[in-house]
């Protein structure tokens, strides 16, 4: 079951761009303004919206870590914004002076890759602002772009209907003429990485004019190339499909269309599970939480509406009590009521529920609380609820971290997070131990690592940081 959560009407043209990171979303406009909203309340950040445009903003991203969003517009430019302070911390003007019609950044690094209306790429260090390389796809519009997990490899999208692969220095490895006929409108890696010990496989999605979402596999042999092979045609749509995102588990399948719909997809068997109706116009945009069972779809009629998936379809937060989310913190009452019931504590609820104690509340409570607002006499009916809060914020500290800041080896949050050769980002110590015992294999792909180089990511060390000092 999918119920409508809230729904945002601060712009004033068509919703071009929806894009979440852990605490925030970020829609984008034709009304040249970028709007910033918490993911927790979906209340807008006192900086927003970021006005810095000069027409239509196309396209907005979050970096990896959440400290900085892109945004690209027909002005021919992207800017880069701090989401501290809300500041341009980047302009960079693309090369030709084309509109930009979407961006996205490279996983583990500092690379920020422009795609343009004349068919150019550029991928940019954005924080030295130094253009690093471009290429071409020829007489044609880039509308689609989006990374691996790994961030070595990149799919884009054009209105010819081509989808191509490109390696971080835009080296062509493949392409796919054709694949949607009058125009491709997106496409979007699934997070999850597989390997059966010659090949590394993703999983990506695209969309377009034909009004097909299609599930390809792409098979990457490293030196020896990649290609990609069709797994699924969905046809729940009944018009041109102009957004898809996968769920951050992988196991869902999100897309938006101009027939007004958002359609939610088994994304493994390509089952249609879900058609919502709220839109009055073509939906243009969607995308999901990273950490919590949410759904954010932007639309030609100016709206954002955000969705929660209540049956635990998509188990990629900490699942209690039905609330799949990543901290206790966002709960509502009908959350704690869940979790009250789930730990044998089903005396409280209607106290919980006349007090409109929610996730917040709940992590607030003390004795004093207890005894005199709340008036629950049973010392033992406090003690075991106090115990169990505790227990809830212990396991917001172990399972509750955002999975980026886990070490792939160890599953624990990382204290010195190093990139390796293969992209992926790991605990010093784990790599280290993993390269000497390993001869020198990855433990994400299994195949060779080139170099046992291992470069400090700093900018995933102070997001870290900045996540533990804002916990209870």
Same mark, same amino acid.
């Given at each position: ?13 068509? =919703? ?28 807008? *950040? ?14 907005? /991203? ?9 945004? /690209? ?10 989401? !501290? ?16 019609? =979407? ?41 689609? /772009? ?37 125009? =491709? ?21 695209? /969309? ?62 390509? *089952? ?33 509406? =955000?969705?929660?998936? *209540?049956?635990?379809?998509? !188990? ?25 019931? !789930? ?24 004795? !004093? ?104």
């Amino acid at each position: 079951m999918v119920s409508l959560v809230c729904t945002l009407q601060g712009h004033r043209d068509d =919703v071009n761009c929806c894009a979440f990171s852990v605490r925030l979303l970020a829609t984008c406009s034709t009304d040249k303004t970028v709007r910033v909203y918490s993911a927790a309340d979906f209340s807008e *950040l006192p900086f927003s919206p970021l006005a810095g445009h000069g027409y239509g903003v196309h396209c907005c /991203c979050f970096s990896p870590c959440g400290r900085y969003l892109a945004s /690209c517009s027909t002005d021919a430019t992207t800017m880069v914004w701090s989401m !501290e302070s809300g500041d341009i911390v980047a302009v960079l003007q693309h090369p030709g002076r084309s509109p930009v019609r =979407v961006c996205a950044f490279a996983p583990g690094t500092s690379y920020l890759v422009s795609g343009a209306s004349d068919g150019s790429l550029a991928v940019w260090d954005f924080q030295s602002k130094a253009l690093l390389k471009t290429a071409t796809v020829g007489e044609t519009a880039v509308v689609a /772009c989006s990374f691996t997990p790994c961030g070595q490899m990149m799919a884009t999208g054009s209105t010819y209907g081509d989808l191509r692969l490109w390696d971080l220095y835009l080296n062509q490895l493949h392409v796919v003429k054709n694949a949607h006929d009058l125009g =491709v409108a997106c496409c979007h890696f699934a997070p999850q990485v597989q390997s059966d010990g010659q090949s590394v496989h993703f999983r990506l999605g695209s /969309c377009g004019q034909d009004s097909l979402l299609k599930i390809w596999t792409v098979l990457w042999h490293g030196p020896a190339g990649c290609k990609l092979r069709l797994l699924h045609t969905l046809t729940g749509q009944s018009a041109p499909v102009l957004s898809c995102a996968f769920s951050a588990d992988g196991q869902l399948l999100v897309s938006g269309s101009v027939d007004k719909t958002v359609a939610v997809y088994d994304a493994h068997q390509g *089952l249609l599970l879900y058609t919502l109706k709220q839109h009055e116009r073509y939906v243009t945009a969607c995308a999901f939480s990273p950490t919590a069972a949410l759904i954010a779809t932007g639309s030609m009629d100016k709206t954002v509406n =955000v969705w929660r998936l *209540l049956d635990g379809s998509s !188990e990629h937060g900490r699942k209690s009590g039905g609330c799949v989310t990543l901290l206790a913190s966002d709960w509502s009452e009908d959350n704690v009521s869940a979790w009250l019931c !789930e730990e044998g504590l089903e005396a409280l609820v209607s106290t919980f529920k006349a007090n409109n104690i929610d996730g917040v509340e709940l992590l607030g409570l003390t004795k !004093e609380t207890l005894t005199a607002e709340l008036k629950v006499d049973s010392v033992g009916l406090r003690n075991k609820l106090l115990r169990k809060v505790e227990e809830l914020k212990m396991s917001m500290v172990c399972t509750g971290v955002p999975d980026e800041f886990l070490c792939p080896i160890t599953r624990e949050m990382m204290k010195d997070p190093v990139i390796a050769a293969d992209g992926y980002s790991y605990e010093r110590d784990a790599i280290e131990g993993w390269i000497s015992s390993r001869n020198r294999s990855s433990p994400m792909t299994n195949l060779p690592l080139q170099t046992t180089v291992l470069t400090p990511n700093r900018t995933l060390k102070m997001a870290i940081g900045r996540w533990k000092a804002s916990q209870p």
